[in-house]
C-alpha cells in the first residue's frame, strides 16, 4: 500500500519556539494531504487540509496563523507550529490521499509526531 | 454533516473470545466507512473499509464489518481476537463527493489472557 512519512516522530521544544513537522507520501504524489490533531485518548480531529500549490484550508477554531501549511511540492506538506506553548502538546498526524486509489475516500496515514512544549 | 458515534469507549475481552465494535454513522450523503487501528504512538492503520455493493466487508487480521443501512450502523468484529488486537479503534466516515474523514471517538480494546 501506499506510504506516508513523519518527521520528526517525537520533538521536545521550548515555549514560544516553533517547530516544523513535515509529511511526506513516499510512493504516490498526493495533492491533497490533511492534519489531525490528537489529544491523549482522544480521537482524532481534522486541522486542516492542505492543497498543493494553493492555500491551506482550515476548520473551524483552528488557528492559520498558529498552524502554518505548506504543501510546496505533489509529496511533502509542512505544519508549522508557531511560537509553541504546552496546549499545544499534542500528537500530530497527516494523511494523504492516493489518486490511484480513485475517489473511494481511502486515506493513507503517517506515523504520527509527538509534540512537547515545555 | 456527517457524524460518527462509537458506543462502548472501552471493550474488555479475554483472549480467543469473540469481539464486537459498535459504530453508528449520521449523514445527509452517500457514505464510504472505515475502520481503523492505531497501536500506542502510531498513525492509523486501515483495518477494512466500505464503499458499496456487499454489506459484509472483510477486512485484514480476520476483522469484518457489516454494512446496515436502515440502522445506520457499521459494527466490527472478530471471531477470536489476539493480545495482539489490543489496541485503539477507530470508525470513520467520509462523503462521496469528498475525501475529508470524519472520526469516532474510539474504543480501546485491551486483550486479556
Known amino acids: 500500500g501506499a506510504v506516508v512519512s513523519q518527521h520528526p516522530s517525537w520533538v521536545i521544544c521550548k515555549s514560544g519556539t516553533s517547530v516544523k513537522i513535515e509529511c511526506r507520501s513516499l510512493?504516490?504524489?498526493?495533492?491533497?494531504m490533511f492534519w489531525y490533531r490528537q489529544f491523549p485518548k482522544q480521537s482524532l480531529m481534522l486541522m486542516a487540509t492542505s492543497n498543493e500549490g494553493s492555500k491551506a484550508t482550515y476548520e473551524q477554531g483552528v488557528e492559520k496563523d498558529k498552524f502554518l501549511i505548506n504543501h510546496a511540492s505533489l509529496t511533502l506538506s509542512t505544519l508549522t507550529v508557531t511560537s509553541a506553548h504546552p496546549e499545544d502538546s499534542s500528537f500530530y498526524i497527516c494523511?494523504?490521499?492516493?489518486?490511484?486509489?480513485?475517489?473511494?475516500?481511502?486515506?493513507?496515514f503517517g506515523e504520527g509526531s509527538r509534540l512537547t512544549v515545555l | 454533516a456527517q457524524s460518527v458515534t462509537q458506543l462502548d469507549s472501552q471493550v474488555p475481552v479475554f483472549e480467543e473470545a469473540p469481539v464486537e465494535l459498535r459504530c453508528n454513522y449520521s449523514s445527509s450523503v452517500s457514505v464510504y466507512l472505515f475502520w481503523y487501528v492505531q497501536y500506542p504512538n502510531q498513525g492509523l492503520q486501515l483495518l477494512l473499509k466500505?464503499?458499496?455493493?456487499?454489506?459484509l466487508v472483510k477486512g485484514i487480521n480476520g476483522f469484518e464489518a457489516e454494512f446496515n443501512k436502515s440502522q445506520t450502523s457499521f459494527h466490527l468484529r472478530k471471531p477470536s481476537v489476539h493480545i495482539s488486537d489490543t489496541a485503539e479503534y477507530f470508525c470513520?466516515?467520509?462523503?462521496?463527493?469528498?475525501?475529508?474523514?470524519?472520526f469516532g471517538g474510539g474504543t480501546r480494546v485491551l486483550v486479556k489472557p
Open positions: 466500505y464503499l458499496s455493493g456487499s454489506t
Open positions: 510512493d504516490f504524489q498526493a495533492t491533497t
Open positions: 494523511s494523504a490521499r492516493d489518486h490511484r486509489a480513485g475517489g473511494t475516500g481511502e486515506l493513507f
Open positions: 470513520a466516515v467520509s462523503g462521496a463527493a469528498g475525501n475529508k474523514l470524519t
